[in-house]
Each structure stands twice: as structure tokens, then as C-alpha cells.
């Protein structure tokens, strides 16, 4: 007896209470993120004026790194709009993934404008150009001081999504990017050491590189349907395996839909004698408590019921005959007979 339609039922019902809670959660999000991003694009054009009046490649770059600040909450916020749209046609999850597709532009123009910052310290260590370290000093303390506020807006917001999270380590590094600038602005100042520019340059281009990456990755993980970070589908498919009157789990499936979104499908073979609803009962609220997984579809049978119904004239029951391309390894329990 087949409970997959039950179980996806089930699924669908628990995420779409949480979909409620974080709709409303969202309307404080976009509010924080439309503060963070005044401060941001207000600061970043005067910046840009006085790194080019200052001769200055570590505030130019400092600006830059704003501008993709700017950029992605911009991002996150038209992200929010579209994921918030109800699942509809062949949209079948909806745009949730638009969140992980700004992520991903972040990430990749945080990687490419570094490249070109770099370039352009490395010349400027060769051949430093004259700097006027006090207006430098200024327009940094200034910036760490927007960039404390931006910050703070942003982790009111809820940084379980990659793309606020995106957002929100892109200013962290800002900040900090912004305390560099300001200690070799001092250095140009005391000592007249012009090359400080640049090398604070470089710190902010490593701090984007940092950043850039970890985008790239924890959106690539998304895309390709990776398990979640903190979940192991191994010890997870055991676990479930190690349940009362469970035999087999195969075809085990765990992803996320978006980030902090994890979903998961398996099909669960069972003892003849067990029942068939306590067991998808049992192990949805497993899922749910020890992994944080509310969107399940679980197909449960009877193990003696699946072999009879696919097994062919010759061949062995005693094997994983019942799917013809099986996904990923079966995880058995071995005290039971198959």
C-alpha cells in the first residue's frame, strides 16, 4: 500500500505554514535592507568623489565594494519579491530559487572586481602616486561609521536566507575593508608611505575574494542539489533505517529548495506485518525534530508487496530488483531477512 500522496500532502502542509511566518518576516526584511541600502548609495557616490580628488585607490575600491553592496541587496530585495510569489504552471516550487540566483551574480562580481583591484594595487605599489592621506583618513572614518549602521540594519533582517546573508557579510567585510583604509590613511599621514593605499587595497580584495567565494559555494551546493551543510544523507538514511519495523530506504533525496528551505523524498520499504501510516508518521517526526526537514515525500510499502510486483521471471528477490536505476546506495536493516 502506497502512502506517497499522503505523504506529500503532509509536506506541503507544514512548509506552507512556515511560508506564512516568514511573509510576514519578509516585509521586515525588505525594510531593513531599503534602510541599509540609503545609507550605503548615499555614502559610496560622496566616496567615490573624494578617492578620486585624494588620489586614492583603497577609498576607489572601498566605493567599489559598496557599489556591489549596493548591488546586492538590490538584488536580495527584487530576489524577495519574486520568491514571494505563489507556485503556479510549470513553476512548480514557485521562484524561490531566485534568492540563490542573486546570490550567485553577488558572489561573481565580488570575484571579478577584485581581479581588477588587484591589478591596479599591484601597479600602484610599483609606481605609488601622491596621496593626500587627511581627506583619506576622514572620508574612512566616516565610512566605518555607515558601514556600523548598514551592518546593523542588516542582521536585524533574517540572515537564515543566503541572500540576506550574502548581503550582510558583504557590508561585514566593508567595514572592515573601511578600518584598513583608515589605518594607512594614518600611515600616509605620519610617515608619508604612499604604497599603505595599495596594500590596504590588496586587504580589501582578499576580503572580497573570501566573500565572493563563499557565495559561490553555497549557492553552487544549492544548484546542484546538494544535501544541505549539516546534514550527512548517509548517517541520515541509517537513522531511518534503525526505526521500528523499517527494512530498506533507498532513492533518498535530501536538498534545499532555497536556503534554509531543506526538502526530502525516499522510498521506504516495511516489515509485511508493519503499518505502513505509523511508520511515515514516525519517521516525518523524526525529520522534523531531529533535522529541521518539514517537506517530505515519503513513499512507504510493504517490503514482500514491492518485490512481488516488479520481480521478473528469474530473477532474485532478495536484491534491490524493484527499481530499474536506482539512486544513491539502500540503506538495509541487516537483522531482518529480505
Excluded at 555614502?43 to 583603497?58: D, I
Excluded at 584598513?180 to 595599495?198: E, H, N, P, S
Excluded at 509485511?272 to 518539514?294: F, K, N, Q, S, W
Amino acid at each position: 500500500m502506497s502512502e506517497h500522496g499522503h505523504g506529500a500532502g503532509h509536506g506541503h502542509g507544514a512548509g506552507g505554514h512556515s511560508g506564512h511566518a516568514h511573509g510576514v518576516a519578509a516585509d521586515a526584511d525588505r525594510r531593513w535592507l531599503a534602510i541599509a541600502l540609503t545609507l550605503i548609495t548615499v555614502f559610496m557616490a560622496a566616496e567615490v568623489v573624494v578617492g578620486v580628488v585624494a588620489s586614492s585607490l583603497a577609498l576607489i575600491s572601498d566605493a567599489a565594494h559598496m557599489l556591489t553592496d549596493a548591488v546586492s541587496i538590490v538584488l536580495a530585495l527584487i530576489a524577495m519579491r519574486l520568491a514571494a510569489r505563489p507556485a503556479r504552471g510549470g513553476f512548480t516550487y514557485g521562484l524561490k530559487r531566485a534568492e540563490i540566483l542573486s546570490a550567485q551574480a553577488n558572489g561573481l562580481t565580488l570575484l571579478l572586481l577584485g581581479v581588477w583591484l588587484a591589478y591596479e594595487a599591484v601597479r600602484r605599489l610599483i609606481e605609488p602616486p601622491e596621496v593626500q592621506g587627511g581627506l583619506m583618513l576622514v572620508t574612512a572614518l566616516a565610512g566605518i561609521a555607515v558601514n556600523v549602521a548598514a551592518t546593523w540594519c542588516i542582521s536585524r533582517a533574517n540572515r537564515a536566507s543566503l541572500n540576506v546573508e550574502g548581503a550582510y557579510q558583504h557590508i561585514l567585510n566593508d567595514l572592515f575593508a573601511f578600518i584598513g583604509t583608515a589605518i594607512a590613511a594614518l600611515i600616509v599621514v605620519l610617515t608619508g608611505f604612499a604604497r599603505a593605499d595599495a596594500i590596504a587595497t590588496l586587504v580589501v580584495v582578499a576580503l572580497m575574494a573570501k566573500a565572493g567565494y563563499g557565495l559561490l559555494r553555497d549557492s553552487g551546493r544549492i544548484f546542484l542539489e546538494a544535501a544541505p551543510a549539516d546534514v550527512d544523507p548517509d548517517l541520515l538514511g541509517d537513522t531511518l533505517v534503525g526505526r521500528p519495523a523499517v527494512i530498506e530506504v533507498h532513492d533518498l533525496h535530501v536538498w534545499e529548495i532555497t536556503s534554509g528551505q531543506p526538502a526530502l523524498s525516499a522510498h521506504v520499504l516495511v516489515d509485511p506485518d508493519g503499518d505502513c501510516h505509523a511508520v511515515r508518521r514516525d519517521l516525518e517526526a523524526l525529520l522534523r525534530r531531529d533535522y529541521g526537514i518539514t517537506h517530505t515525500t515519503l513513499q512507504v510499502d510493504h517490503v514482500a508487496e514491492s518485490m512481488l510486483q516488479v520481480t521478473r521471471p528469474g530473477e532474485r528477490t532478495d536484491g534491490p530488483g524493484h527499481c530499474e536505476e536506482p539512486h544513491g546506495p539502500a540503506h538495509r536493516d541487516e537483522p531482518h531477512p529480505h
